[in-house]
């Protein structure tokens, strides 16, 4: 399962990048605002730094609703940088947007998933990832991961390529429960990855040998 980071400050990305497991970045402008990342110049600035820091794919998101709108700001999204993937929405004129893009060769990443139907869509339409929103379904008492079991389901059914990019992870468990059920992706906050190096049985046993070390070398 690849590990994308779900941000846009640098130095977060730039520490998971050097944990040595960073596949990737996704960012929406909610992400660029919380950072104080404003005016178009400096967003699209910020995703060629991001992409100077990361070896693989970074979602851009649109921010035009209507397709033809769409389709410019992805457009000029893509030519930043050959790993921008054009993230858009999962509504009808995005799905005619991945369409569009996916004819063309461009990445893209169909957000806001909430259904098996909305992904399907998504796949049929040639996206590149499609992003399910466990935890914001978790958070209207919804089985996230459940989701992520249908798409994964219908997609083998189908052989498609698209990827399920588990996102809206919160914790360790949303990242270990969507590897056993074969979610292609997750991206999540650094915390969220991070998380998974601790245990305290690591710490103990760590302890205990340091201290075995020193009774015998000392």
Sequence with gaps: MKFFIDTANLDQIKEAQELGVLDGVTTNPSLMAKEGITGKNNIL????????????????????????????????????????????PMTKDGVKAAKYFSD???????????????????????????SPFIGRLDDVSTDGLALIEEIRLIYDNYGYETQILAASVRHTMHIVNCAKIGA?????????????????LTDIGLAQFIADFEK???
């Design 184 to 200: 292609d992706v997750m991206t999540g906050p650094l915390s969220a990855i991070t998380g998974l190096l601790k245990h305290p």
């Design 216 to 218: 015998g070398n000392k």
């Design 104 to 130: 063309k060769g461009i990445k893209t990443n169909v957000t806001l998933v909430f259904s098996a139907g909305q992904a399907l869509l998504a796949a049929k339409a040639g996206a590149t990832y499609v």
């Design 45 to 88: 600035k910020h995703y060629v730094d991001i992409c100077n820091i990361v070896d693989g794919d970074v979602s851009a998101e649109v921010n035009a609703i209507d397709l033809e709108g769409m389709i410019k700001e992805g457009e000029e999204l893509a030519d930043l940088h050959e790993q921008i993937v054009v993230k858009l």
